[in-house]
């Protein structure tokens, strides 16, 4: 299998884990990317058994209503019965990076407000050690210069996203470098930069669930 069909097979496994999870009255948190849009596609074949599904971009939000299933804003929303979105990278301790397409913030959103965090990659996502994937951090556009700055002063180099404005209005630093070898300090010590809205590292809270689809068809779970 290629590697788009190996997305394909692992949001398929998804939907198959979550179906017995799901109530009519359920409401579905669902991220954003390649591998979150295949597994759109398939929860739009099942929309009549859950109740509506609260969106982690503007894209996503866009291709569930394309698909007519319900969306809910979070606001509105009781607490999620689960949350699938796809990773950058993962480890087998099921912690992750995210934000290669942009909406880390409302994805750690989302999936803050999920009881349970399905992880969905194919198999080439699968690392030993975070970290060499760029850093996806969102900015506030005034606070770029000092916050890379301070990027800087914790090891890494920082990219401005190019032509990239996030769905809250904001900047993407991609950070180049990083030691991320304790995942959670370093998750807290990004954010608690004055100018980071939040970055894409998924360790305080890793996914409950990890579905890895492999070259051979297989899906692996973690
Ligand atoms: C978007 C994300 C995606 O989950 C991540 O970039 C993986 O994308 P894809 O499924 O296209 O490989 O975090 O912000």
Redesign the pocket.
């Known amino acids: 299998m290629n590697q788009d069909e190996q997305?394909r097979s692992v949001a398929r496994a998804a939907l198959d884990y979550i179906l017995p999870r799901l109530a009519n009255d359920s409401v579905i948190g669902v991220?954003?990317?390649?591998?979150?849009?295949h597994f759109i596609d398939l929860l739009a074949t099942i929309r009549g058994q859950f109740d509506a599904a609260v969106a982690?971009?503007e894209a996503t939000a866009a291709r569930l209503r394309d698909h007519g299933v319900r969306l809910m804003e979070l606001t509105a929303a009781p607490e999620l019965a689960v949350y699938v979105?796809?990773?950058?990278e993962v480890t087998a301790e099921r912690m992750?990076?995210?934000?290669?397409?942009?909406?880390?913030t409302r994805?750690k959103i989302v999936a803050s407000a999920s009881r349970e965090f399905v992880c969905?990659?194919?198999a080439s996502?699968l690392v030993d050690r975070l970290g060499r994937f760029p850093l996806?951090v969102e900015v506030i556009p005034m606070a770029r210069s000092i916050v890379a700055r301070a990027l800087v002063r914790l090891g890494g180099t920082p990219e401005l996203r190019p032509g990239i404005t996030t769905d809250n209005g904001n900047l993407i630093l991609d950070v180049h470098g990083m030691d991320l070898a304790d995942p959670v300090t370093m998750e807290a010590r990004i954010n608690n930069i004055p100018g980071v809205v939040t970055c894409?590292i998924f360790a305080a809270r890793p996914a409950d669930v990890v579905l890895l689809g492999n070259a051979d068809g297989t899906v692996r779970r973690l």
Do not use: Q, R, V, Y
Not at 85 to 88: E, P, T, Y
């Open positions: 997305k991220g954003t990317g390649s591998t979150a849009n982690s971009s979105d796809g990773a950058d992750m990076i995210k934000g290669g397409g942009g909406a880390l994805e969905i990659a194919d996502k996806p894409g």
